[in-house]
């Protein structure tokens, strides 16, 4: 994609995060923005303060688990601005940590609604639309490094991101067969700096469950986990490698290359036939990690 001034983009779990940076990228770039989020204040406080910046931008609170209120969000974007050319399905929350086991029924309901089903909902709500403007466009899905490198305690969360990323491959193949105009990416970031950490903050109330007990190897885990997100790349960093992707039609966004080995390692483990391999030394140090809105 080469033209972007005056053209329109969805950015979803746009309040915060990836997704800010990615809209505040598209709107420097001369774009109109749409913000979606669940979260009504911290959306609210995004399009009041990018308005401020000088970008046209609009907000539209979106429950990206629901495909009614993600067909919401393409009616009042195409209202507003008449079409829409790049699509960012970012929104997601960490759904839940702890044994496979022992995951709550709620822990996976919520997860696969926002992470998976979010992604869903946008590819079936504004792939259509794009396909019939007949102008350049691009699709970009968030996953995470979680969709390429499998970890302990984090099935929910490895499942959902898994997931996006090979049906972000079968629609870009798709695309591609049919030549169509609209290109597709997959962003799978380790850690940033986010707030995907506190996403509990929107788990809705019929979701809710009572806080686990965690083992000391799972605390050590998490521990670094968390750390990581503190200390993450910033979101500014990776929104300007999505937008690079975006104009060279890259499809594997990889804004940590460094974690590239432990997908070999992965890999090799496949093609050798042996166990999987740990990806946890020990030390509170993982070297699979999240990466989200």
């Not at 929104?91 to 919520?110: D, H, I, K, M, R």
């Not at 605390?219 to 990581?228: D, K, L, V, W």
Request: aromatic letters at 8%.
């Amino acid at each position: 994609m080469k033209e972007f001034k005056e053209r329109v983009a969805v950015v979803t779990g746009g309040a915060s995060g990836i997704g800010r940076a990615m809209a505040e990228r598209f709107a420097t770039a001369g774009m109109k923005v749409v913000l979606a989020d669940i979260e009504e204040t911290a959306l609210r406080q995004a399009e009041q303060e990018m308005q401020a910046a000088g970008a046209t931008v609009l907000g539209v609170q979106t429950d990206v688990a629901k495909a009614e209120s993600v067909e919401a969000l393409a009616r009042k974007t195409l209202e507003a601005f008449g079409g829409v050319h790049i699509v960012c399905n970012n929104a997601g929350v960490g759904g839940g940590f702890g044994p496979t086991w022992a995951q709550p029924l709620q822990n996976w309901e919520w997860a696969f609604g926002v992470n998976l089903w979010g992604v869903i909902h946008g590819i079936r709500t504004f792939t259509p639309i794009m396909l019939k403007q007949e102008t350049e466009g691009h699709i970009v899905n968030t996953a995470s490094m979680a969709g390429l490198i499998s970890s302990p305690f984090m099935s929910v969360y490895d499942a959902t991101k898994f997931a996006v990323v090979t049906i972000s491959e079968s629609l870009h193949l798709e695309l591609a067969m049919q030549r169509a105009k609209v290109k597709v990416s997959v962003l799978c970031p380790g850690f940033v700096n986010t707030n995907i950490a506190t996403s509990e903050r929107n788990r809705p109330a019929t979701l809710q469950v009572e806080t686990p007990q965690f083992s000391e190897v799972e605390i050590s885990f998490a521990t670094g986990i968390f750390a990581g997100i503190a200390s993450g790349t910033p979101p500014a960093e990776v929104a300007d490698k999505v937008f690079a992707a975006v104009q060279n039609e890259q499809f594997y966004i990889l804004p940590h290359p460094e974690l590239l080995p432990v997908v070999r390692m992965r890999m090799d483990a496949i093609l050798g036939q042996h166990n999987p391999p740990s990806v946890f030394d020990g030390s509170a140090t993982p070297f699979a990690l999240p990466g989200d809105k």
